[in-house]
């Protein structure tokens, strides 16, 4: 299966019928089209997010929502979800008995979006959502990441630092952009990558190895 670049998935965003459903989820995340919703409710908790830390927010759809818990499969045990929106995908991995489950998100409109969720689905007190800085998150072993693309080269600079070896991570939407997939789910903008941070420790020691080697050799 090919892997798509960030900016061919950009593209998919711009171009992909999504339907109504999709523009009202959309609209209701970033005000594309609903302005006054924007304005009024999720646009005053950015304002809360320092600016480097801020990224878009656009609601992940079922599909790539179930190609997330596909590559999660044989998995158990807590999982953390970074930057976790609306939290859909942490109300998943809780009904396929990951526990805890818990959500960081700086946004607290968000925030508080995915606990009424959590609420009207029955789960209220059985996930967690926390307005907190997601750099201070560390020592997991399942992690799923859905951030923009400018944000990923950052963070998986901390994770490969910080994370233990059987600690698997995956990103929806976007790829780490320097890390290698040890397995793809799904399509376009649904896509999602999962890496095994012992594998992708593996492949930073034989790069930085060839590095030095080539440097040896042109000296």
Not at 22 to 35: E, K, R
Request: glycine letters at 8%.
């Amino acid at each position: 299966m090919d892997d798509d670049t960030p900016d061919e998935v950009i593209a998919e965003l711009k171009s992909r019928p999504i339907g109504v459903w999709g523009v009202a989820q959309i609209a209701a995340g970033t005000g594309l089209a609903v302005y006054a919703m924007w304005a009024g409710i999720l646009q005053p908790g950015f304002r809360k997010v320092p600016l480097k830390l801020q990224v878009p927010y656009i609601p992940a759809s079922r599909a790539q929502v179930q190609n997330v818990m596909t590559l999660l499969r044989g998995r158990q045990g807590g999982l953390v979800d970074l930057g976790s929106g609306d939290g859909r995908i942490v109300l998943e991995a809780h009904r396929r008995g990951f526990i805890p489950a818990v959500g960081y998100e700086l946004n607290p409109w968000l925030v508080r979006l995915a606990r009424f969720y959590a609420w009207r689905a029955g789960h209220h007190g059985k996930v967690s959502y926390r307005r907190e800085d997601l750099w201070k998150v560390c020592h997991l072993r399942v992690v799923s990441v859905t951030l923009a693309c400018n944000f990923l080269s950052l963070l998986q600079e901390k994770l490969e630092a910080e994370l233990p070896d059987d600690a698997l991570v995956v990103a929806g939407r976007f790829p780490l952009p320097d890390w290698k997939p040890c397995i793809i789910e799904g399509h376009g903008m649904d896509r999602a990558w999962a890496y095994s941070v012992q594998e992708q420790r593996q492949h930073t020691v034989n790069r930085n190895n060839l590095t030095a080697t080539e440097s040896f050799t042109v000296n």
